[in-house]
């Protein structure tokens, strides 16, 4: 199997349409990254994100595991998780989530890393263009940005949400 060739998936109709999961990467504010870490071992990290145009940026410390994971294999997934609700009574969850599949890699231009980092700091505090802009300033040179280039975009949600008028219920 290639790296351009994914499994499809088996459960059809639990899948999420493309714009769907595009829809949950806009909504939810983190997710987990999994690379291929030391030895062999996969390396699976909680992260925050923003997701623009196809890519996802995430920032970093300058170094560290999950830096040199990056480095040494740029295939990676990122899973987002947009709903988890445990239905105890019926020994089920109420999912839906996404799996994006992809090449990660430090960003090294630094108009496309102040764009980056300003999309994620308006993100996650919006609306305050000149603290952001300090920051910036203060931390911009202290950090990585990481641009993560989907290639395959996968969704599925519990059977018991297919169907519903909203899918966001």
Same mark, same amino acid.
Not at 22 to 31: D, K, P, Q
């Given at each position: 199997m290639t790296?351009?060739?994914?499994?499809?998936?088996?459960?059809?109709?639990?899948?999420?349409?493309?714009?769907?999961?595009?829809? &949950?990467?806009?909504?939810?504010?983190?997710?987990?990254? $999994?690379? @291929?870490?030391? *030895?062999? +071992?996969?390396?699976?990290?909680?992260?925050?994100?923003?997701?623009?145009?196809?890519?996802?940026?995430?920032?970093?410390?300058?170094?560290?595991?999950?830096?040199?994971?990056?480095?040494?294999?740029?295939?990676?997934?990122?899973?987002v998780v947009?709903?988890?609700?445990?239905?105890?009574?019926?020994?089920?969850?109420?999912?839906r989530s996404?799996?994006?599949?992809?090449?990660?890699?430090? &960003?090294?231009?630094?108009?496309?890393?102040?764009?980056? $980092?300003? @999309?994620?700091? *308006?993100? +996650?505090?919006?609306?305050?263009?000149?603290?952001?802009?300090?920051?910036?300033?203060?931390?911009?040179?202290?950090?990585?940005?990481?641009?993560?280039?989907?290639?395959?975009?996968?969704?599925?949600?519990?059977?018991?949400?297919?169907?519903?008028?909203?899918?966001?219920?």
């Amino acid at each position: 199997m290639t790296m351009e060739q994914f499994r499809e998936m088996r459960r059809k109709r639990q899948e999420l349409l493309p714009q769907e999961c595009v829809e &949950v990467l806009r909504r939810a504010t983190s997710g987990t990254l $999994a690379v @291929l870490g030391d *030895n062999g +071992y996969p390396y699976a990290v909680p992260l925050s994100y923003v997701y623009d145009n196809g890519l996802l940026y995430f920032h970093s410390a300058l170094t560290g595991h999950k830096v040199d994971a990056i480095r040494r294999c740029d295939k990676a997934s990122f899973c987002v998780v947009d709903r988890d609700d445990v239905k105890a009574g019926e020994y089920t969850t109420y999912y839906r989530s996404v799996i994006a599949f992809g090449r990660v890699r430090v &960003v090294e231009d630094e108009r496309q890393r102040l764009v980056a $980092a300003r @999309l994620l700091g *308006n993100r +996650y505090n919006p609306g305050h263009d000149a603290a952001l802009e300090k920051e910036l300033e203060r931390g911009l040179s202290h950090m990585l940005v990481l641009s993560f280039d989907i290639r395959h975009l996968t969704g599925k949600q519990a059977i018991e949400l297919v169907g519903k008028g909203s899918r966001q219920d």
